[in-house]
């Protein structure tokens, strides 16, 4: 089993930023890739970035290409999503996953945490 623990979101205005942390636990060597994914209000989840575990390139989805950044803290099994110019439409359940598949869709990943919320407001 895999845990996923996310922290860091809250309210923001529109242009603002915040930084999400999510530091897994468990059995580390059965996943190879760790993303963050996002639902909004009536949406279905969606991804946000990924990155493999054990370092590499992230991939972003088009949404937030640029405004976005994933890093990673490999001694700490830690993944960090730094979101700036934040958007009312990132207004969202922020959840961070751990999977066998380099993918940004949500079926790839088979270890979920309990999500954190981001708002931004206009």
């Known amino acids: 089993q895999v845990q996923l623990v996310e922290s860091g979101g809250g309210s923001v205005q529109d242009g603002g930023t915040l930084r999400l942390a999510c530091v897994a636990s468990?059995?580390?060597?059965?996943?190879?890739?760790l993303g963050w994914f996002r639902q909004g209000p009536d949406k279905e989840r969606e991804g946000v970035a990924i990155?493999?575990?054990?370092?590499?390139?992230?991939e972003y989805a088009d949404s937030v290409q640029g405004r976005f950044i994933l890093s990673q803290d490999m001694a700490k099994n830690a993944v960090y999503l730094q979101m700036n110019i934040l958007k009312p439409e990132d207004t969202a359940m922020y959840y961070c996953?751990?999977?066998?598949?380099?993918?940004?869709?949500?079926?790839?990943?088979?270890?979920w945490g309990q999500g954190t919320q981001v708002t931004v407001s206009s």
């Open positions: 468990g059995n580390i060597d059965n996943i190879n890739y």
């Open positions: 996953a751990a999977g066998l598949r380099f993918s940004l869709e949500s079926k790839y990943y088979d270890y």
């Open positions: 990155i493999h575990a054990h370092g590499g390139s992230p």
